[in-house]
Structure formats: C-alpha cells, structure tokens
C-alpha cells in the first residue's frame, strides 16, 4: 500500500462472481476530533463499497483494507461539491444580471443544478470506472 491512498478498514460481507462487497464504517473525523466525547452513534454509518476482485480470494468476514486513490478523492470531490456549486454561482450570477426577481433567481439558480445531477446520473458508468478501489488484506 502507498502513502497516496485513502484507506478505510472493513470486512467483507459477501462475494459476487468477480466483485467483493466489503462492509466500512464511515466515521465524521472521529479521531481527531476535540469534543468526540460529545457525538453520538449517529455520526457513524455502515457502507457497502463493491470492489472489483482480482487473483487474491477472500472469504467472507474477513478483516480487509479499501484503498482508493488520493487522486481519485480529488476528482470525486470535484464532482459532488465543486462542480455543483460552479454551476449555481454561475447561474445566480447570470441570473441576477438578466432580472431583478430574487425568487426568480433563486429558484433558477437551484433548479439549475437538476440537469447537472441528471448528467452525472446518466453518465455514472463511465464515472463509476474511473473509481476503483483497491482491497488489501490485513
């Protein structure tokens, strides 16, 4: 494993033909944080993260690490945040230049990010293969 990856402990739920689901625990920056004493169970979430399983075989309840590259990270957050507000500031932009109407500009500016969504949802195959992660046994 190299330092450039985005690791996340889990164990794998289940094997279907060449795919691995593995089971992670996301967790909202725990570690570091200062007032951790203070969360609650809610800031964790289970998620099922399907990996493409290449020589190595893996059983069932397996304690694993999921990699994903950094620069992957990059572009994931290009695309769900960065990208969606480009677009609304943009359009609010545009919008304010063309009328007055705050509720037209608002409204506008929120309803322009559907065809961007839809975009991503029609395309989310091609996306889907640049994501690929990467298991690792422990």
């Not at 279907?16 to 007032?35: H, P, R, T």
């Not at 945040?81 to 409204?107: A, D, Q, R």
């Amino acid at each position: 494993m190299s330092n450039n990856e985005v690791k996340h402990d889990g164990i794998v739920q289940g094997i279907e033909g060449d795919k691995v689901l593995v089971s992670i625990i996301a967790k909202a920056a725990c570690l570091s944080c200062q007032v951790k004493s203070a969360c609650n169970v809610s800031d964790l979430s289970e998620k099922i993260i399907e990996v493409n399983r290449f020589d190595i075989d893996y059983k069932v309840g397996e304690n694993v690490t999921v990699a994903l590259k950094e620069t992957t990270g990059f572009k994931a957050l290009f695309l769900g945040y960065i990208m969606p507000f480009l677009v609304l500031i943009s359009t609010f932009v545009l919008l304010s230049l063309f009328t007055k109407s705050e509720l037209i500009i608002g409204l506008g500016a929120l309803l322009s990010l559907i065809p961007y969504y839809l975009m991503l949802f029609l395309l989310r195959d091609q996306i889907k293969k640049q994501f690929s992660f990467f298991v690792h046994k422990r």
